[in-house]
């Protein structure tokens, strides 16, 4: 499967059949072409596929008279596809991975939960480090103060992301 990000969009709507039963992965992983918040979008196809929806973005974007800025642009295939895309004429760089909302995203449009959880441990390790310096020590803040920091600044950042990611203990350290 082969993915592809694009930035700087009008805003589409995702609409799902009345098929769903309630199995996300069997259900919803085979119709979901794309995810979309705010101005980022995610194409998700196999390689025919995702020809196809380029040239309706290419299509969608010159009937209401706009571009896909091309420099937030990526796609995420396995390196066996050497298939190049095109948009606008213009080949997308590949990479072998990005991050949407935050979520590191992976070829087949897996979340690369490791590189998730690493990055969360380094953001709350850094803004602990941060907030020590302000006074986030035994001899700074009281108790009370230096637990709301924690629980409303760095607990937040080693929660993100995991309640959609199952927790094995593969993923703990």
Same mark, same amino acid.
């Given at each position: 499967?082969?993915?592809?990000?694009?930035?700087?969009?009008?805003?589409?709507?995702?609409?799902?059949?009345?098929?769903?039963?309630?199995?996300?992965?069997?259900?919803?992983?085979?119709?979901?072409?794309?995810?979309?918040?705010?101005?980022?979008?995610?194409?998700?196809?196999?390689?025919?596929?995702?020809?196809?929806?380029?040239?309706?973005c290419e299509?969608?974007?010159? /009937?209401? *008279?706009?571009?896909?800025? $091309?420099?937030?642009?990526?796609?995420?295939?396995? !390196?066996?596809?050497?298939?190049? &895309?095109?948009?606008?004429?213009?080949?997308?760089?590949?990479?072998?991975?990005?991050?949407?909302?935050?979520?590191?995203?992976?070829?087949?449009?897996?979340?690369?939960?490791?590189?998730?959880?690493?990055?969360?441990?380094?953001?709350?390790?850094?803004?602990?480090?941060?907030?020590?310096?302000?006074?986030?020590? /035994?001899? *700074?803040?009281?108790?009370? $103060?230096?637990?709301?920091?924690?629980?409303?600044? !760095?607990?937040?950042?080693?929660? &993100?992301?995991?309640?959609?990611?199952?927790?094995t203990t593969?993923?703990?350290?």
């Amino acid at each position: 499967m082969s993915h592809f990000r694009l930035k700087h969009c009008i805003k589409f709507f995702l609409l799902l059949d009345n098929s769903f039963s309630g199995d996300i992965v069997s259900d919803l992983t085979p119709s979901i072409n794309c995810l979309l918040y705010a101005d980022g979008v995610v194409l998700i196809a196999n390689p025919e596929n995702l020809t196809s929806l380029l040239r309706k973005c290419e299509a969608h974007s010159y /009937s209401l *008279g706009y571009r896909w800025n $091309l420099l937030k642009c990526v796609l995420v295939a396995p !390196t066996s596809d050497a298939k190049t &895309y095109q948009l606008y004429g213009t080949t997308i760089p590949k990479e072998s991975s990005f991050s949407h909302l935050g979520i590191p995203i992976k070829p087949g449009g897996l979340i690369d939960y490791p590189a998730m959880i690493q990055h969360n441990m380094n953001k709350a390790s850094l803004t602990m480090n941060q907030l020590a310096a302000i006074g986030l020590n /035994s001899k *700074g803040f009281p108790p009370l $103060l230096a637990c709301r920091f924690y629980s409303q600044m !760095t607990r937040a950042q080693l929660d &993100y992301g995991l309640a959609i990611s199952p927790l094995t203990t593969k993923f703990i350290h």
